[in-house]
């Protein structure tokens, strides 16, 4: 890295960190793991740090061997695995570790659970969509949970990604597009995952992952480069990282991306400085799978053994699955090219996690619980039909739903009735046979009689007969239910997309269906943004409902019947076309901005032909009950620094149905030291009025969420004037001032 860097750097380390002090657990840690330590060979301690992927006994290795895991374990030449599907393996493998290597040092079980271990929960951007912080971090400790009974110790979650742009198909494991908002959500899941005792056979570790910017590919292609300036990662892309770090999340996991030209694995700015120093994160990285050795296809390596220098170096703790570490590392300590200082320091942290989960006390304790007593519990089932529920976003309705009883049902697609595909990706340990469909729920509650099924299509294929079996079913019906999009495949790691419209076969579909003349309520199954303006013109009603995971269909059955009123709102905005992306609410301000959306000026920041705005906002969401904010006040006109900025705002429900809504806050600084978005979401609330209620929210604000990283890295906020809106969503019009002095 260029020394201007390590300079400002230093002035951020200044300005910036906000180290915690070592815990009292955290130091009883280290202090037995600097025993241990002074007991193992060079290969044990580097065994700690090498993590190896089960199948049949044997693994691959950095020259394409097959390695025999349980010989590594006697050996100890490996301290991790990933992937472990079964109890019976793990307790296998664990009695090997503790009973027969020479020191006895237990195994760390790692697996991506996602969005849910056998309860499968909407995924992550969805989630995202309820606002409610409390009810995802309650997400996160049933996962947990189920996780612990199963034998896993560590979950390779939350995804602290922030990212704008609905072609890579990870954004279906973030929070969408907002740092603000998915700094708290990081924090609430890690705290989930994580519980207040570390060492419970209840709670597994969390890992902060992709560190960093992994959400920002270029061209929206997985694994892609990414280019950025220090100075817009710090104000838009590092919050959710700090904030999971500051929740206390104990491992983190690199990116496959590049950051300022250098791989994350091998990247000491990233894994030390700004990680270490600055954040004073305690617990220990591993790569992402096999990201070490790709270091060499980068170009930044020239081998396995050049790539393990340079990420033990850069205080990588853990080499995932290839194997360099262990096939290199005590030859580059030998050759002088990496201190067996630095080695310890590694395998301390390593250690210290291991210690403070417990495992050294009890390395069996995870998966000793009966699953049945654990997993699928009917009160976490009902929970997940809720949180689906909420995670749901109305984005039309002309008056065609919420849907009379005895309806008569068309209910069709390729989403209505897929247990797998409402699941999403990153399953898991999850069970698709559990999953009850939305067909399966309709049934159940409008009868089985008033529910016409016809799949219709494939997801990308037209099926023989299919459309004409569909019109026959929507004829007799009173309403049509078309439950489409993409399928659990088109979501999750590498499926980048350049087209973001529901397939032609599935628009094929819609319109053979419109001519029937009967209403249509288009239900979006998705794990991303999409340009929808096709459905939007065409259907009565549109309800983006994810993949909602195992309980999804008893959560559209709740909504479309009114027994339950929409309230989720977007976190990552819908484009009017591919051509925009990535659009946010949260660009930046130019010298030539459009004044409005009707403004005709050419030499201003526009498409020729197309809005600059997204079809589908930020924060947008509708309900069956019609919310009015009215009367904002900005109760602190003149803040000092330090102090706390206060808004009030009266909000009422005019509409015949009880319901929820998101009241949210968003700032701008009107003259700044550097340029700054339009608009910042600073506050958020969700709230519930019965009809005909209202009441006043009152936001706080404290000047330090003010603060920003400044041209030399300074982190502070700005005397002068700020302007602040509150609404239901990012368009928000009632206005205030306040001036920060």
């Not at 097959?66 to 990933?82: C, D, H, P, W, Y």
């Not at 890579?168 to 207040?196: H, N």
């Not at 201190?339 to 403070?356: F, G, Q």
């Not at 978005?677 to 958020?684: A, D, H, I, N, S």
Request: hydrophobic share 40%; net charge negative.
């Amino acid at each position: 890295m260029k020394k201007f860097l390590f300079a400002l750097t230093a002035l951020a380390m200044v300005a910036c960190s906000t180290a915690p002090q070592m815990s009292k657990e955290e130091k009883e840690a280290f202090k037995f793991a600097d025993k241990l330590i002074k007991k193992m060979t060079l290969q044990e301690k580097i065994g700690q740090l090498q993590q190896f992927v089960t199948g049949k006994g044997v693994v691959t290795g950095p020259d394409g061997e097959k390695r025999n895991i349980e010989e590594a374990i006697r050996q100890g030449t490996v301290g991790s695995f990933l992937n472990i599907y079964s109890t019976e393996e793990y307790i296998h493998l664990q009695k090997i570790a503790v009973e027969e290597s020479r020191l006895g040092i237990p195994l760390i079980f790692g697996f991506d659970i996602i969005h849910g271990c056998r309860i499968q929960f909407p995924e992550n951007l969805a989630s995202s969509c309820s606002w409610d912080i409390e009810g995802i971090e309650h997400s996160a400790r049933i996962a947990a949970e189920e996780s612990a009974a199963m034998g896993i110790h560590w979950t390779f979650s939350p995804m602290c990604d922030v990212s704008a742009d609905p072609r890579w198909g990870r954004v279906s494991e973030g929070s969408g597009e907002d740092p603000y908002l998915g700094a708290k959500i990081a924090a609430a899941m890690v705290r989930g995952y994580q519980g207040d005792d570390l060492s419970s056979d209840k709670t597994v570790a969390a890992c902060v992952k992709h560190f960093a910017a992994y959400g920002v590919p270029q061209a929206g292609r997985d694994y892609h480069t990414v280019d950025m300036s220090e100075l817009m990662f710090r104000n838009r892309y590092l919050p959710p990282y700090k904030a999971a770090i500051e929740a206390g999340a104990v491992t983190a996991m690199s990116s496959f991306n590049d950051f300022m030209g250098v791989p994350a694995s091998g990247n000491k700015w990233l894994m030390h400085t700004l990680l270490r120093e600055e954040l004073g994160f305690t617990g220990f990285v591993v790569s992402d799978y096999a990201a070490v050795h790709e270091m060499i296809k980068h170009g930044t390596a020239a081998d396995g053994k050049d790539a393990a220098y340079q990420s033990m170096n850069a205080h990588l703790n853990m080499d995932m699955v290839r194997g360099d570490y262990i096939a290199f590392g005590e030859e580059l300590v030998k050759e002088g090219k990496v201190s067996e200082k630095t080695i310890n320091m590694l395998c301390r942290e390593v250690l210290a996690v291991k210690y403070r989960l417990g495992l050294f006390d009890d390395p069996f304790k995870y998966g000793r619980q009966n699953q049945d007593e654990v997993v699928y519990r009917p009160e976490n089932l009902e929970f997940a039909r809720e949180v689906a529920a909420k995670s749901m976003v109305l984005l039309t309705n002309n008056g065609v739903l919420p849907l009379n009883e005895g309806v008569k049902i068309a209910l069709v697609g390729p989403l209505a009735d897929s247990k797998r595909d409402q699941m999403g990706a990153w399953i898991g340990y999850g069970e698709a046979e559990r999953s009850v469909t939305i067909r399966e729920a309709l049934e159940k509650r409008y009868g089985k009689s008033n529910v016409l099924y016809a799949k219709g299509s494939d997801f990308r294929a037209p099926i023989k007969g299919g459309i004409a079996e569909a019109v026959r079913a929507a004829r007799k019906a009173d309403v049509v239910l078309l439950s489409i999009g993409l399928s659990y495949k088109e979501s999750g790691e590498a499926t980048s997309l350049t087209e973001i419209t529901v397939p032609e076969a599935q628009q094929e579909l819609l319109d053979a269906l419109k001519k029937t003349g009967k209403k249509i309520v288009v239900l979006l199954g998705t794990g991303r943004a999409m340009d929808i303006r096709n459905e939007v013109e065409k259907a009565d009603a549109v309800l983006v409902t994810w993949h909602g995971g195992t309980m999804e269909g008893p959560a559209v059955a709740d909504l479309v019947s009114g027994d339950k009123n929409p309230s989720g709102h977007l976190t990552m905005s819908f484009p009017y076309c591919v051509g925009q992306v990535p659009v946010h609410y949260n660009m930046k301000v130019t010298g030539r901005p459009r004044k409005s959306p009707t403004q005709k000026s050419k030499y201003i920041s526009r498409y020729m032909y197309t809005p600059n705005e997204p079809l589908f906002p930020f924060g947008y969401g509708l309900s069956y009950s019609e919310f009015e904010y009215s009367d904002l006040q900005v109760l602190t006109p003149e803040v000092e620094l330090g102090g706390v900025v206060k808004v009030s705002v009266k909000v009422a429900n005019k509409g015949k149905y009880d319901g929820d809504d998101v009241a949210q806050l968003y700032v701008r600084d009107v003259v700044a030291e550097t340029t700054r978005p339009m608009r910042e979401l600073k506050g958020f609330e969700r709230f519930s009025l019965k009809a005909g209620e209202e009441k006043v929210l009152t936001f706080e604000i404290p000047t330090s969420d003010l603060a920003y990283c400044h041209s030399d890295m300074s982190f502070k906020a700005d005397a002068g004037e700020f302007k602040v809106w509150v609404g239901a969503d990012s368009n928000a019009q009632l206005e205030g001032v306040f001036t920060l002095k």
